[in-house]
């Protein structure tokens, strides 16, 4: 959903905050839900989401995959979200980067690393969970293959 989606293109937010886990690892496509509530796009011109998205929640796409990257690593948050997750005593996140997810005890960050924006995002319907598509079909630019 947006803002979300182009908050990992634009490479503002690395962990995707989920209520379930995963076993998989490996290449995600983000997609941007056709769906952009009136709630979403209210946030999207509040702070920190306005700085990170340069204040235009108007051109945010929708309806499209807007980037690809990995998925790593899924932590699950425990009662101290920055030892649980990260394994640190301090916080690696930025305070906006923070607002991005919800990071509440017991659910899943998802870490996403090699984070590609799309030039062009891709239309394509999207589904809820982890669904599979076709690249060959959506003819993907061979750089983006090779990442």
């Known amino acids: ?29 983000i997609h941007a839900s056709k769906e952009f509530s009136q709630a979403a796009r209210r946030l999207a011109r509040a702070e920190p989401f306005a700085s990170a998205l340069f204040g235009s929640e108007e051109d945010l796409p929708t309806g499209c995959i807007v980037a690809v990257c990995d998925l790593e690593a899924v932590m699950k948050v425990g009662a101290n979200p920055c030892q649980s997750v990260f394994g640190f005593a301090h916080n690696p996140l ?54």
């Open 94 to 147: 930025s305070s906006a980067e923070e607002s991005f997810g919800d990071f509440s005890p017991g659910r899943f960050a998802w870490m996403l690393t090699n984070v590609i924006a799309l030039e062009n995002p891709i239309p394509a319907r999207g589904a809820q969970s982890l669904w599979e598509w076709n690249d060959e079909a959506l003819h993907l630019d061979p750089k983006i293959k090779q990442q």
């Open 1 to 29: 959903m947006q803002p979300w989606a182009s908050l990992v293109a634009i490479k503002a937010k690395r962990y995707e905050t989920r209520s379930w886990n995963t076993h998989y690892r490996g290449p995600l496509a």
